[in-house]
């Protein structure tokens, strides 16, 4: 088996030649680590895989983070735990994922907890036929070091809290209170900036917008400063934008990207099964 890399632009890959269903070889498992490392998004099309599949080659980069707590409390997919399922389905009255069909808000995953998964895997499983659901990735590298020098001066030594209660979508997780002053939210603290550990390359650590704050900080200029960082962040030159086919396994560098969705058709059917391959490392 071999892999082959093309690169659209510096952020994103696309392997070619390669069955994702059988075992990786060792120097595949490598060429992909170092293309999500350096890339930070890559794309493998056509692939046909079953749960156990997706588990196994998402295992062969490192072990598995649970997802998150959801609205309703238990895993969406009984049998296999740790693959979440992103979906607007309904079935016998109940959704049988999350995130619906509205719009993802820029985010990374999980960065709530102390130390967030590396890396996500998403498989698309059923895609709305009249489109929409693209989803976007925006490189915290680049807009690390594309920031005016205020603001680069601005984030230096500060920590920031990210909030646990609500998912992507909005929804507020079982379990958790509705946040009223986000001096008061819930969630791990990290500094918002993080430095790759092998190159030190240094990235924006944002999270998640809703409910943030930075510690020591007045709420106002608080406020203010994450206002300006996203902004920031996200604009389009930062940014690449995934068209999603059924086959596709998409996995993003978790630490280094934000990602969000755009709505789609609310009767349409959309289905994903994700994995999240935990972290090594606390945010530094
Ligand atoms: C997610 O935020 O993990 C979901 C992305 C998507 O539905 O494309």
């Known amino acids: 088996m071999t892999v082959s890399i093309r690169n659209f632009e510096t952020l994103g890959f696309e392997i070619q030649a390669i069955n994702l269903s059988k075992p ?38 490192g072990e598995l983070d649970p997802p998150g707590p959801n609205p309703y409390g238990e895993p969406f997919n009984k049998e296999f735990p740790e693959i979440n ?22 985010h990374a995953d999980m960065t709530y907890i102390d130390v967030p998964p590396k890396a996500a895997v998403l498989y698309a499983l059923e895609i709305p036929p009249s489109g929409g659901g693209d989803t976007y990735f925006a ?27 609500r998912n992507s979508a909005g929804l507020l997780r079982k379990g958790y209170a509705e946040v009223l002053d986000p001096r008061r939210t819930v969630g791990a603290r990290h500094p918002l900036v993080r430095t790759h550990r092998g190159s030190g390359r240094r990235a924006l650590f ?35 934008r995934h068209e999603w086919r059924v086959g596709d396994v998409l996995m993003w560098n978790n630490l280094a990207v934000l990602h969000r969705r755009d709505p789609f058709d609310p009767d349409s059917r ?6 999240q391959i935990k972290g090594v490392e606390r945010i530094a």
Request: proline residues 3%.
């Open 24 to 61: 990786l070889s060792a120097s595949d498992r490598i060429a992909i680590e170092n293309a999500l490392d350096r890339h930070l998004v890559v794309v493998a099309r056509d692939q046909h895989l079953s749960d156990p599949e997706l588990l196994a080659f998402s295992a062969n980069f």
């Open 85 to 106: 399922v992103i979906s607007n389905v309904i079935e016998n009255g109940r959704p049988i994922g999350n995130l619906g069909a509205g719009e993802a808000a820029w």
């Open 139 to 165: 490189d915290m590298f680049a807009a690390y070091e594309a920031l005016p020098l205020d603001l680069k001066g601005a984030v230096e030594g500060k920590l920031a809290v990210h909030d646990a209660s």
């Open 206 to 240: 944002l999270g998640r917008r809703h409910n943030a704050y930075i510690a020591g900080l007045e709420l106002a200029e608080s406020d203010a400063l994450l206002d300006a960082l996203w902004a920031h962040a996200t604009q389009p030159r930062f940014t690449m």
């Open 270 to 275: 959309r289905v994903m099964h994700r994995t």
